[in-house]
């Protein structure tokens, strides 16, 4: 499984911003899709995540603030991004799960939130 994250980038506190994440591949194993972040200095730790089903988890931090949607046709998960604040600086990571748990993970998408 291959995993092509775009859409990061500078925006200012209160902005938007839109990820996406296209799986290629052994896409039919996939089950569980979800959006990972790494500020400096912290541990990778999950942002959303949504199942091949539909069911969605976000983190409390942010909850009513980012939306995280799934096609399956097209094997794409997007994370969109509500009014932003600086701590939700960090790299954004893409993440596949196959029925057995093991993860793909996509390249990293810088986003950084300041005036």
């Known amino acids: 499984v291959q995993l092509q994250a775009s859409g990061g980038g500078l925006v200012q506190p209160g902005g938007s911003l839109r990820l996406s994440c296209a799986a290629s591949g052994s896409i039919f194993s996939i089950n569980y899709m979800g959006w990972y972040c790494q500020a400096p200095g912290k541990q990778r730790e999950l942002v959303a995540a949504i199942t091949t089903g539909g069911t969605t988890g976000y983190a409390d931090s942010v909850k009513g603030r980012f939306s995280i949607s799934r096609d399956n046709a097209k094997n794409t998960v997007d994370l969109q991004m509500n009014s932003l604040k600086p701590e939700d600086t960090a790299v954004y990571y893409c993440?596949?799960?196959?029925?057995?748990?093991?993860?793909?993970w996509g390249q990293g998408t810088q986003v950084t939130v300041s005036s």
């Open positions: 993440v596949a799960r196959n029925s057995s748990w093991v993860a793909y």
